[in-house]
């Protein structure tokens, strides 16, 4: 398919054609609930990326509003009957728009999610001490903008920072195998308790644990952006990184979801699918098998958020609940559509408006509830969530309340 398309990234004939134009998508789609506008659905996108490619349209500014307003969240890929790719399709317009709506501003965005930013340790470095000092001198409380608006969801972070790149660790019980941890970009510096707990966990499942050295960010984010040339990057130095490991375990959502499609990113690559998997997937395995143990129930309702990339991307819903169970808490559902919170990479800045509207209703939603506790297996989740809830209000990863019972 070519016409209006420059890249080889852009959406595949066959994405665009296994849309039947049904409309059971809408419903879904926050963005469509937002605005009941066909042009923010997902068949209004799909039917503009199918005027670019038989060239009755042009990747011009009405495209770039469409594709970019999109949160990516995947809703519609789990309500599409024809199995319609909605990801990677949207993957694609980005990656177009990207080139054909080059512009000094875009350029360095991809590079700061790529290899100048999310892809270099010593930026992520230098940017979690400058947010750190930030913290302490209560920056986010009177700086204004989008950015403090990130800021305030962060965790409390260290001045000097702790790698657990190149390190290793042995299996508690007689191992059954090893498990290679994707350290992430921010995951090492901001989310250190979610390593360790990930860690312990795995140890007293009987893994060795092993944090392979000179593995980078993802690239996840640099892929929704439409910088493809940054993520095919990133996604080759992850390729060599794990060579070798057949158990590839992720405590990131967003991360894993990506990982697992990176058989389409390293063309004739490894079949990454069989070998990523969640945190809470391998623990409730080994929940189920005995090897783990379950505590008794405690009566305390936790609040299950479902992060769009482990419910619709990587279509985990059950997992998370089993590890908020066997740690004796109630699970309390939030929403039964689980409607993206908003958060959805760099959308929060690019979008500050529709983003805080999405994060408002989630923390309706969960303070409905009632629930002190809300566990959340993605950390932009996690730090939108904390931008919008009440202080008191905790939020934690399911692998850190299902590790607190096993100290
Ligand atoms: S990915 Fe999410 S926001 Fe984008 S069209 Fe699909 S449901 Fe709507
Ligand atoms: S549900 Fe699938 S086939 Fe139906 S309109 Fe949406 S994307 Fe197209």
Redesign the pocket.
């Known amino acids: 398919m070519k016409a209006g398309w420059v890249t080889p990234d852009a959406p595949r004939e066959e994405e665009l054609a296994?849309?039947?134009?049904?409309?059971?998508?809408?419903p879904v789609c926050p963005t469509y609930r937002l605005t009941g506008d066909e042009a923010a659905?997902?068949?209004g996108r799909?039917a503009a990326m199918s005027a670019v490619a038989n060239g009755s349209a042009a990747v011009e500014g009405t495209f770039d509003e469409m594709m970019s307003f999109c949160l990516q969240c995947r809703a519609?890929?789990v309500?599409?009957?024809?199995?319609?790719p909605?990801g990677r399709a949207m993957e694609g317009a980005r990656a177009e728009l990207a080139t054909q709506r080059s512009s000094p501003a875009r350029r360095a965005r991809g590079r700061l999610l790529g290899s100048r930013g999310l892809g270099s340790r010593r930026t992520v470095a230098l940017a979690t001490t400058l947010a750190a000092i930030g913290q302490r001198l209560r920056v986010p409380r009177w700086m204004p903008g989008r950015l403090a608006g990130a800021l305030a969801g962060l965790r409390p972070l260290p001045l000097r920072t702790a790698t657990t790149l190149g390190r290793a660790w042995d299996a508690w019980p007689a191992p059954v195998g090893t498990a290679a941890l994707l350290a992430g970009c921010v995951m090492d510096p901001w989310f250190a308790a979610v390593h360790a707990a990930s860690i312990e966990v795995l140890r007293r499942a009987g893994y060795r644990v092993e944090v392979p050295a000179g593995q980078v960010c993802c690239g996840a984010l640099a892929a929704h952006d439409g910088a493809a040339d940054e993520a095919r990057a990133l996604a080759a130095a992850n390729q060599a990184a794990f060579a070798g490991y057949d158990l590839i375990v992720v405590d990131s959502a967003g991360c894993g979801a990506h990982l697992k499609e990176y058989g389409s990113w390293i063309p004739g690559g490894e079949p990454w699918g069989s070998r990523v998997r969640d945190i809470t997937e391998v623990v409730a395995a080994a929940i189920s098998d005995g090897r783990l143990p379950t505590s008794p129930e405690n009566n305390i309702p936790v609040a299950v958020q479902d992060p769009c990339h482990l419910r619709h991307a990587q279509r985990i819903i059950e997992a998370p609940r089993t590890l908020v169970r066997a740690a004796g808490y109630t699970v309390t559902e939030i929403d039964p559509l689980a409607m993206c919170c908003g958060a959805a990479g760099v959308y929060s800045l690019l979008h500050p408006e529709t983003s805080a509207e999405l994060g408002g209703r989630k923390a309706e939603q969960i303070s409905a509830t009632g629930a002190q506790i809300v566990a959340s297996a993605n950390p932009g989740c996690e730090m939108q969530l904390r931008t919008h809830l009440d202080a008191e209000i905790r939020v934690a990863h399911p692998i850190e309340l299902y590790a607190e019972v096993l100290s």
Do not use: I, M, T, Y
């Open positions: 296994a849309c039947v134009h049904c409309g059971l998508c809408l659905s997902p068949r799909l519609c890929e309500a599409c009957p024809s199995l319609v909605f």
